[in-house]
């Protein structure tokens, strides 16, 4: 084969290459000249029959001309590649500046938006969220809480006790309130502390007021000098924003807790107008709330000492104020777990509270 012929064997193929359309064009491309039977194989099997002088002649230019292709192919792959590439990002593309389009179904349970809302009012005056586990020891339940075993507070939690416990070791409960975390933060490492604790709570209870598993939401802050104004004040700055009226008006009643000395149960003041509750208005009252400043025994059994630390804990029914902000009428719906009420009153799990949006938009 001459020379001639070779450049133009060599310019086919090229050209063939670049014009193959995807991969798989361009194997075929490849395999038709370089495959062991293609076009240019079959010419290097016929350097074998050469004389040695032809032979060096013709081998150098049928490498060139194998060279030549095998660049060519390569090319075409890249380019192919890079195509293919582009392609698929701009298929993959998004929008980000689109909105969001709405979910059609699932909301979140107003016990869930209550936890966000509250949190969040709590967040912005420097609490940290802790949590516990829903099953106790009697230990924290209830001892370190300054309720031992023979006090009659221990009936008035009406608890749930699990299987287990045997001879002086008491069994396994679910947490009457969530107070224990109180004790488990404490025991944890060294004030000062400021926490809240939302979270599932267990009774033996159940009426139109009561359910067996409710929420509460506990508040400890403990430091050098924290006193009862501080408890006050932030709890009134709490009822301000969640009910999101300046006009809900506090009561703190003298009350009594074991583990907080003094104490007080705090109500708020509603009405209701055409079977609706309106909180902030009126002259109703309603407990929300228990509190009082953490009793120096229960620091003791916790680890701190009573003579450098000093505050304030509460308790609040959660499921109680989400009732009053949304206006749910009965309490045991609240658990009945029927959709149709949950597309009623619950919220998009798109919005979340925060103080620069409104906490309940
Ligand atoms: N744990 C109490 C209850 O469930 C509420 C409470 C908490 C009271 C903290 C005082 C301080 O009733």
Redesign the pocket.
């Known amino acids: 084969m001459d020379r001639d012929s070779i450049d133009r064997l060599g310019a086919e193929l090229a050209a063939a290459a670049d014009a193959a359309a995807d991969t798989a064009a361009l194997e075929a491309v490849r395999v038709a000249a370089l495959g062991k039977k293609g076009r240019v194989t079959e010419l290097m099997k016929g350097l074998g029959a050469m004389a040695p002088e032809a032979r060096r002649a013709a081998g150098q230019s049928l490498n060139q001309l194998r060279d030549r292709i095998e660049a060519a192919i390569a090319a075409r792959a890249e380019a192919i590649r890079r195509r293919d590439r582009t392609a698929k990002l701009a298929e993959e593309k998004v929008d980000v500046t689109l909105p969001v389009r709405p979910t059609a179904e699932g909301k979140l349970h107003p016990v869930s938006q209550v936890i966000d809302e509250v949190t969040e009012i709590f967040a912005a005056m420097g609490f940290v969220v802790a949590e516990g586990p829903d099953i106790e020891d009697d230990f924290h339940n209830f001892t370190a809480l300054n309720i031992p075993p023979e006090h009659p507070a221990r009936q008035m939690h009406d608890t749930f006790y699990l299987a287990g416990g045997a001879g002086s070791n008491a069994p396994p409960l679910l947490r009457t309130?969530t107070?224990p975390v109180q004790v488990r933060t404490m025991q944890a490492g060294p004030p000062p502390y400021r926490i809240v604790v939302p979270g599932r709570t267990y009774r033996r209870d159940s009426d139109q007021t009561h359910t067996p598993m409710f929420h509460?939401i506990?508040g400890l802050a403990i430091d050098r000098s924290i006193t009862m104004g501080h408890l006050k004040g932030c709890l009134e700055e709490f009822a301000r924003a969640f009910f999101e009226s300046d006009q809900v008006r506090m009561r703190f009643r003298p009350s009594h807790?074991p583990?907080?000395e003094p104490?007080a149960e705090v109500d708020i003041n509603y009405t209701v107008e055409n079977g609706v509750v309106r909180v902030g208005a009126g002259e109703r009252w309603m407990e929300i709330l228990?509190?009082?400043m953490v009793h120096p025994k229960v620091l003791e059994m916790c680890g701190v000492d009573p003579a450098q630390w000093q505050g304030f804990?509460?308790?609040m029914g959660l499921d109680r104020i989400a009732m009053l902000k949304y206006g749910i009428p009965d309490l045991r719906t609240m658990f009945e777990g029927d959709l149709r009420w949950l597309a009623h009153y619950g919220f998009s799990p798109l919005d979340l509270p925060s103080f620069g949006q409104g906490l309940s938009r």
Do not use: D, K, L
């Open positions: 309130h107070s509460q506990e807790f583990f907080t104490s228990g509190c009082g804990a509460f308790g």
